[in-house]
């Protein structure tokens, strides 16, 4: 899943529409599912007979990825709750053992979807695949300021000594 925030306070002042935020989101993520897919091509040097067969496979695995990353968002965010509320040790433990399950199914999808990956691409090339997706998710969190390399960003990760994130905007715990 692709995260992208523009500061709320901001977006009123500077005229931007609830559509126009929306543009620029989907035009981010089209963005980045184009470099995603180039970068991917490009490490696992398909053949145009490999990519066929290949992407109509890793887009289903990719689709049950989003589909779970936005059960585990939402596992997420009831455990939060249930803490912040101060809910009783059985449901805090209920929303715990959900947050875990939602987690651990995130990672259960490329696994389950390995022997299809190995009978298209090998063995080789389905262990660079993996590797190729670690590196991808490692550029571009560092192309948004938030790995070692940074960026020049105002929010750089931490939060500021009240706790809140500047400018309002979304960070990854809650987009």
């Given at each position: 899943?692709?995260?992208?925030?523009?500061?709320?306070?901001?977006?009123k002042?500077?005229?931007?529409t609830?559509e126009?935020?929306?543009?620029?989101?989907?035009?981010?993520?089209?963005?980045?599912?184009?470099?995603?897919?180039?970068?991917?091509?490009?490490e696992?040097?398909?053949t145009?007979?490999?990519?066929?067969?290949?992407?109509?496979?890793?887009?289903?695995?990719?689709?049950?990825?989003?589909?779970?990353?936005?059960a585990?968002?939402?596992?997420?965010?009831?455990?939060?709750?249930?803490?912040?509320e101060?809910?009783?040790?059985?449901?805090?433990?209920?929303?715990l053992?959900?947050?875990?399950?939602?987690?651990?199914?995130?990672h259960?999808?490329?696994?389950?979807?390995?022997?299809?990956?190995?009978?298209?691409?090998?063995?080789?090339?389905?262990?660079?695949?993996?590797?190729?997706?670690?590196?991808?998710?490692?550029?571009?969190?560092?192309?948004?300021?938030?790995?070692?390399?940074?960026?020049?960003?105002?929010?750089?990760?931490?939060?500021?000594?009240?706790?809140?994130r500047?400018?309002?905007?979304?960070?990854?715990?809650?987009?």
């Amino acid at each position: 899943m692709v995260c992208v925030a523009l500061p709320a306070q901001n977006n009123k002042q500077q005229g931007f529409t609830k559509e126009d935020v929306q543009r620029f989101k989907d035009n981010a993520k089209e963005r980045i599912r184009a470099e995603h897919i180039a970068y991917l091509t490009a490490e696992l040097d398909l053949t145009p007979e490999e990519a066929q067969v290949f992407w109509p496979i890793y887009n289903k695995a990719s689709d049950e990825q989003r589909a779970q990353h936005k059960a585990f968002s939402e596992a997420k965010k009831a455990l939060r709750l249930a803490v912040k509320e101060g809910r009783g040790d059985s449901e805090i433990r209920k929303a715990l053992d959900e947050y875990n399950k939602a987690k651990a199914s995130q990672h259960d999808i490329m696994a389950e979807y390995q022997k299809d990956f190995e009978k298209i691409l090998g063995v080789a090339k389905t262990a660079k695949l993996y590797l190729a997706e670690d590196s991808f998710r490692t550029r571009q969190i560092n192309k948004l300021g938030g790995g070692k390399s940074g960026g020049n960003r105002q929010y750089n990760g931490q939060r500021p000594h009240n706790g809140q994130r500047q400018g309002g905007a979304k960070g990854p715990d809650n987009c």
